[in-house]
């Protein structure tokens, strides 16, 4: 049990546009989800955390408008890159909460801008 | 101070050997605390979960936390290499979500 899903698990998208990642509990329900970034050879670092039904709240230095963060469902949260840049190229990670506050990770997506 | 240290290595061991990686914490506000494997472009994998003092095992994986001394361990029996990874330590304080990870060592279980 205990499985969160992502998709796309890589993507590559030019300078300028929008992508989109989608982060799935796939068999039990989260109300928290959490996006993190990754650097080669860095530790997680905690975007933003995601409720169900309302806003998410971003980590300090994270841009809001540029990271869009929506968790419509249950089982659902989405982040969007907006106007990617190439410094926006990254491995992004979802987690999900589970009953207790342990968390269960997603295999990751990763995003190069060209 | 960082408020999770961990070692970052390598560390590389024999296959057969027994492993043993640790985290220190300053925060005595943390209660729960996880161990997670991630392999080279993929995503962390919970191994261990605890939120006492004390031991905790899962097959070749025994978690041990010592709140007295703020001090985590994970030991690893009869190591293989398909245990070659990096482990990350990771806790949170009751009622917040968030994790603090630490920076995650480096292994490597040689044939």
């Known amino acids: 049990g205990a499985v969160v899903s992502q998709h796309p698990s890589w993507v590559i998208c030019k300078s300028g546009t929008s992508v989109k990642i989608e982060c799935r509990s796939l068999d039990f329900q989260a109300t928290t989800m959490f996006w993190y970034r990754q650097f080669p050879k860095q530790s997680l670092m905690l975007m933003a955390t995601s409720n169900e039904g309302s806003k998410a709240t971003y980590e300090q230095g994270v841009e809001k408008d540029k990271f869009l963060i929506n968790h419509a469902s249950l089982t659902l949260s989405t982040l969007t890159v907006t106007s990617a840049h190439p410094e926006d190229s990254s491995f992004y990670i979802c987690?999900?909460?589970?009953?207790?506050?342990?968390?269960?990770f997603g295999p990751g997506t990763r995003l190069t801008v060209t | 101070q960082k408020e999770v240290e961990q070692d970052p290595g390598p560390l590389s061991v024999p296959e057969g050997a027994i492993v043993s990686l640790n985290c220190t914490y300053s925060n005595s506000a943390f209660q729960y605390f996880m161990w997670y494997r991630q392999y080279s472009r993929k995503g962390p994998e919970l191994l261990m979960y605890t939120y006492s003092s004390g031991n905790k095992e899962d097959g070749r994986f025994t978690a041990q936390v010592d709140k007295s001394s703020k001090y985590i361990s994970l030991f690893i029996r009869d190591s293989q290499p398909s245990d070659s990874a990096t482990y990350l330590c990771a806790m949170n304080e009751r009622g917040t979500g968030k994790l603090i990870f630490g920076q995650g060592t480096t292994l490597q279980v040689k044939p």
């Open positions: 987690s999900a909460r589970g009953a207790a506050y342990e968390q269960y």
